[in-house]
DNA sequence: CATGAATGAGAGTTCATTCAT
DNA sequence: GATGAATGAACTCTCATTCAT
């Protein structure tokens, strides 16, 4: 019967709501500021319903951690099919930082955020991180085929290149960008990103 | 009279000392695991003298605050006696890495981290920010005086520069640098800083 | 039908899953760490379920207490063929420890633990508990009459007898014989009975 | 000054006030419904300054069992000068068992009560414990020497008389007497022990 | 000036119990 | 009959801050 799957949704629906309020509430304040009782007045529930749905406070970030990571390689990944290397490496860094704009929560608890939980901070993680990383490389190895940074090491390079989007990224999200009026922001994004070009 | 100077000086020398326990506190935990009773054993006082010196917690790290962007300028002002644009940019841009690296404690407080001061936010500090960006242009305008940065808005171009360095000192200091060995680490990021003179 | 009595029958094998259940845990831990979740993890059905078996928690130890009672007590009585009175006076001791060490659970809950139940306190169960002291006393006095017990009054002799072997038994349960190596143990048991027939 | 010393001994009233109000909630219902708020309404002070004295509630009952342990040996030690090594064993019997009526919420915490402490179970406190057990002997063999306990096993002796001051100890503190009126109690004492002679 | 005892508020977590489905 | 989602109350412990001495 349809009861089974409705149970699963709701409880799906329900994993969902905690996620959502908890990154809410950490994009507002910070890990340490997030307390189980905040989540459970966000949606609306008693403080131990939560733990019907996780173990403690940390599986809910080391949740939150695991989708960002997806999410993240994924919209890499949507900017692969351009066939021009030099306009793919551009797209790619605009990707880059079009994620820290849309999901600042993600990108702040996944390059930004201390987080304490000892799981994150070791393994699973970087193993995504890394892939972007061997992607962004990817890309600027194809650009150097096609004539593109001559002379320039590679690995110098890419950390050049993921410094630059983080620098980007990490100035936006924590805030530190108040000397520049909102409304130019974006053109600056994209000057920079074509300034950066020029070095290429 | 000696004696009031003495107390003077008594007064300060104590303001210093939870400074710098504070600080270092700071550095190996963030904002949050930080507490009055971690300062106070660390100078070896009680928690109430702490009281005597500084309104609150709060303040504590907005004094911080202030003295890491005051000695964060005076790095900056040091480069400004190189002759050559391109040097002294280049120069601009080391100190500014350099000092990320020296005080880590210092730049992840005035650049990376979350503080719950209302008054950090918002005022004060950003007039020191906001020097050194003016510094920073007016590295850039000589610079464009001289023949370089054809074709390129002034802002963008400080902006470009400010992500750069800052990109490379925040994944320094939060240890997000796992991909890359420890050994090879300044040589990158000399390698970063002439790769983007390309740019210039 | 035979449908009500199957359904008769289904529920009492319920209500005896979930007290073996709790029995068991009980044993482990004692009364606090037995928890509702606990038992119904154990017998493989939802908390909700067990209290459509039990009205609370309190029933369940309330119900374990009765039946250990019960239990106890047949145990006590199948030592009363023997003839001999002293053999049947040693027997009787015997059974009683053999009890504590055959149903610790029991033996723990019965005579040693602390239940929060208002209803155990006080009344039912003790009527059963003197029946048992009842039943020791009629031996000693026959073993009086055949001559044992010189000198010595009723009350101090029953007194005496159960504190020795409940003594015995509570040493046991609650591991506080640690000084006594474990396979000494039976014969150091059946030592004290043979050294306390001396003094009947 | 007399301040240093004033401060000293509030402290140590104050620790004392706390250990006592543990000690008492403890005997009125075991250790899991000790809390730490019960501790500090029952002295009337706020929950965090217990704290400031025990570093943990285990800490608490630790220093319970140390200062039990502590009280017990002594009272065993007062009567070894005593001559006569009948009457010896006997005033030890009896000490031990006035021991538990004095104190019963320290002899329920050393021997009855399951306490989930992990420091108390192993170490510590069964030295003392096996002091005490040490001292039963040497009074035993004592009385073996001067003619007592005839073909009796020493260590059978020894656990004999054990179990059965055991057994009265906690029979009673327990509440397990309810069959026997309250007014004959200490006779009821007074001649089981009496009735044990006659096994010596 | 310095202390440190005291507190209130709040943290994460657990549990017996209820109730709509 | 059985479920399991939900809760309220309770737990231990921590912390910034105050204040009498």
Redesign the pocket.
């Known amino acids: 019967m349809g ?1 089974k799957e409705r ?1 699963e949704r ?2 799906t629906e ?1 994993r969902e709501a905690i996620l959502s309020a908890a990154l809410k509430l950490f994009s507002d304040d910070g890990y ?9 007045d966000e949606i ?15 599986e809910i970030f080391f949740e939150l951690h695991n989708r960002g990571f997806a999410e993240f390689f994924q919209k890499q990944l949507s900017v692969q099919n351009i066939e021009n290397p030099l306009e793919r490496l551009t797209a790619h860094g605009t990707a880059y930082i079009q994620f820290a704009i849309d999901r600042p929560e993600y990108y702040d608890l996944m390059f930004i955020s201390r987080t304490p939980s000892k799981e994150i901070n070791k393994n699973k993680h970087w193993t995504e991180g890394e892939r972007t990383y061997d992607l962004l490389k990817l890309n600027i190895r194809q650009a150097m085929e096609a004539g593109y940074f001559k002379g320039v090491d590679l690995e110098v390079a890419a950390f050049s290149l993921w410094s630059f989007v983080h620098g980007i990224a990490s100035l936006f999200i924590r805030d530190r960008l108040m000397m520049v009026p909102v409304e130019s922001l974006k053109p600056l994004v994209a000057g920079a990103l074509k300034f950066l070009e020029r070095a290429y």
């Open positions: 009861a149970k709701q409880k329900m340490d500021t997030v307390t189980m009782r905040k989540i459970a609306e529930y008693s403080v131990g319903t939560i733990y019907l749905y996780f173990r403690d406070k940390n």
